[in-house]
Every structure is written in C-alpha cells, then in structure tokens.
C-alpha cells in the first residue's frame, strides 16, 4: 500500500506541476495580448478557477500530507511525554482519514451528479463545462485518503 500512495502521489504532483506551468503560460499570455495588443480572451479567469486552481489545490493533498508538511499547532500538547504525543497524533489522524473517506466520497457523489447534468459556467460567448473538475477534486481527495490510511496504518505499528 506504500508504494502505491508514493507513486498515485508522484503521479498527482507531476500532473499538478504541468498544469501549474501551463497556467503561468496562459494567463502570461493573456496579460502580454491585453498589454500589447489590446485584445481579451474571454473565460481565463474561469478557466484558472475552475480548472486549474483545482487541479493545483486538490491533487497535491496527499503528497503534503505524506511530507508531513500541514500545519502543526501544539500548544496543549508541547507539555505531554513523546508517548502521549504520539496516541494524540495517531487519534488525529484517525479522525482525519474518517474526515477524509466521508469528503472523498462526497464528492464523489457531486462529481456524478454533475456528470449526469452536465454541469456547465455561462460565459458570454461559450458555455465551459466545468464537470470534470468535480472528478478531479475528488481523485485528489481520494490521494489523500489512500496516504492517510497508509500513515495510519504504519503509525499503529509504533504504538
């Protein structure tokens, strides 16, 4: 199961940092028309909203979590034994891959439905399907569930 959180995460981070330089690419693009020639490109902001801060916001999950690079706040904490930390954090971790399963399959359940009506932003001069970002949310959840049961698996070991 660890390797498969290690690499559905390289996976996730690879895709997330094509998209992240495609973004830059894009909207630098779009400012240089604007600046230079005057000329706007409907839905850029939609487009970076909708698709490319979700990917850049959802796929990652689990990699940071993996890194252990979330924010930590120990201050009722700091004073308790190395043991009693670490039950803490284990329970905390339960509890967050519990958060996880129920977000994960949640937006599972938004991303059919939005498959199913064909979810869609009115622009004013083209309709941008926006249901595929919904899958996206939820794979990147999904990521972060398979990490956090792995890292809850792993740390029950050193309990």
């Known amino acids: 199961m660890r390797q498969f959180a290690l690499q559905l995460n390289r996976v996730f981070l690879i895709i997330s940092g094509i998209v992240l330089v495609i973004m830059t690419l894009q909207i630098g693009l779009v400012a240089l028309m604007r600046g230079l020639f005057n000329i706007a490109f409907d839905g850029n902001v939609e487009i970076a909203k909708y698709y490319y801060m979700v990917v850049l916001s959802a796929l990652p999950l689990g990699a940071v979590q993996a890194a252990r690079e979330h924010v930590f706040v120990e201050v009722f904490t700091q004073w308790m034994s190395a043991s009693a930390r670490a039950v803490i954090d284990w329970l905390a971790l339960a509890f ?46 999904f990521g972060f569930l398979v990490t956090a049961c792995n890292m809850l698996i792993s740390r029950r070991k050193k309990l």
Do not use: H, Q
């Not at 129920?102 to 009115?122: H, I, K, N």
């Not at 399907?129 to 959840?141: D, E, F, K, N, Q």
């Open 96 to 141: 967050t891959t519990i958060y996880s399963a129920v977000l994960a399959w949640g937006c599972t359940l938004a991303a059919m439905d939005a498959f199913e009506t064909r979810e869609f932003y009115r622009l004013f001069r083209f309709d941008l399907i926006i249901w595929p970002s919904r899958w996206v949310l939820a794979l990147g959840l």
